[in-house]
């Protein structure tokens, strides 16, 4: 096993040292996060085993901002590998209109992602749960065992804190996002699942690290003006991930959008200039993966972009960013090094910019826990 780094153990590296070093540590709390998985499976698999046992059981991932898109990566694949209703509902939709969101007529187990787990609205969810629906359990996934969500003592709770690397310092959420994602996918997809697989994983994120930052500086420094994301199935839920990354660390200076192949032609399309920077996550999957080369096909023949970049884990024509030995890897683990250029390109970006990537909101509207949300009392 590859030597354990964490950004704790690396030099000062500069204003944006905290950035940089919670993207290149990936590989090691991934690695972290499922050996405190494995070590604490007992007590997992115990809170979980009577409401999987329940036939209509529903299944929310829920969280605000980047904690609201692991459950948009995860719920179509939890979906269709567990064959049950696997749903992505962010906090901050449930807080405005809990009647839309809450079915009291279904035993719900709430999965709450958070990386401070202090934020307003991912408390307050979990409060307006417990009050409206009849029958609820919480599996809380957070970073920090200080936070409010960690606190909760509930018998219809469990509360898993992931490894203290993981409580990314920097304002963007990075090896946080990647490994509350890994860690839900071990527990609804099975520890001993992931056990197999893991060391796969975090070796295609090294693999994509790798000589990485040279080729993310080189892309930052072309006169792209905007950027636009595309992924289809679990890669659209990454490309919104990725179109908020960048559009965090330039400080909304660069105007990004996110699609799926297919859905982009429908309009979307339209806000492609000459000065459009296109990044589409390619799937493995047979079939989805030649919807995604034929996106891919017409826009270098629409010729309009300033550049069209695939991600992808097997060969494409034209200009690529390959994970290399993962061509034979399933989508769901493709999640893991896919974001690592998205995050990298962000990253340099901000640097080119003159942005400090740590706190790159220079007005201080927007911080790393959300402030000033007024929570409003719920009809019950």
């Keep these: 096993m590859p030597e354990t780094l964490f950004a704790s153990d690396l030099p000062p590296g500069g204003a944006e040292s905290w950035t940089r070093r919670e993207i290149l540590q990936q590989p090691s709390t991934l690695r972290a996060t499922q050996a405190l998985l494995r070590a604490s ?3 997992i698999e115990g809170f979980l ?6 036939n209509d059981l529903r299944i929310m991932l829920c969280g605000a901002g980047t904690s609201a898109f692991i459950g948009e990566c995860l719920a179509p694949w939890l979906s269709a590998t567990t064959g049950r209703r696997v749903e992505a509902v962010a906090t901050t939709d449930i807080v405005a209109a809990p ?7 279904r035993p719900t187990l709430m999965v709450s992602f958070g990386r401070s787990g202090s934020s307003p609205e991912s408390v307050a969810a979990v409060d307006l749960a417990d009050a409206q629906l009849p029958s609820v359990h919480h599996l809380v996934i957070t970073c920090n065992a200080a936070g409010a969500l960690a606190r909760r003592d509930a018998a219809n709770s469990h509360v898993v804190v992931l490894p203290e690397e993981t409580h990314d310092r920097a304002f963007a959420m990075t090896s946080s996002f990647s490994a509350m994602m890994l860690a839900a996918l071990s527990i609804l997809g099975g520890i001993d699942t992931i056990d197999a697989r893991v060391e796969a994983i975090a070796d295609a ?14 892309l930052a420094a072309q006169d792209f003006d905007r950027v636009v994301y595309l992924g289809s199935g679990v890669f659209q839920g990454l490309a919104r991930e990725a179109a ?10 660069i105007p990004t959008a996110f699609d799926s192949p297919l859905g982009f032609r429908h309009g979307p399309k339209t806000i492609v200039t000459p000065r459009t920077l296109i990044m589409m996550f390619v799937s493995n999957d047979p079939l989805t993966r030649l919807y995604d080369l034929d996106m891919l096909d017409e826009l270098r023949a629409d010729g ?3 550049a069209v970049v695939a991600i992808a884990a097997q060969d494409v024509a034209g200009e690529a960013w390959l994970v290399p030995g993962a061509a034979g890897q399933a989508d769901i683990d493709l999640l893991f090094p896919y974001i690592v250029p998205a995050q990298l390109f962000a990253l340099h970006f901000s640097l080119r910019l003159g942005r400090t990537p740590d706190r790159p909101n220079a007005s201080g509207t927007v911080n790393r826990v959300v402030q000033g949300v007024r929570i409003h009392p719920a009809a019950a």
């Design 41 to 43: 499976r007992a007590a």
């Design 49 to 54: 085993a009577p409401l999987l046992a329940t």
């Design 99 to 105: 009647q839309l969101y809450l079915d009291p007529a």
């Design 205 to 218: 994120v090294s693999a994509t690290i790798a000589g990485a930052e040279p080729r993310a500086a080189a």
């Design 244 to 253: 908020l990354k960048l559009l965090e660390l330039t400080d909304g200076a």
């Design 304 to 306: 309009r972009c300033g």
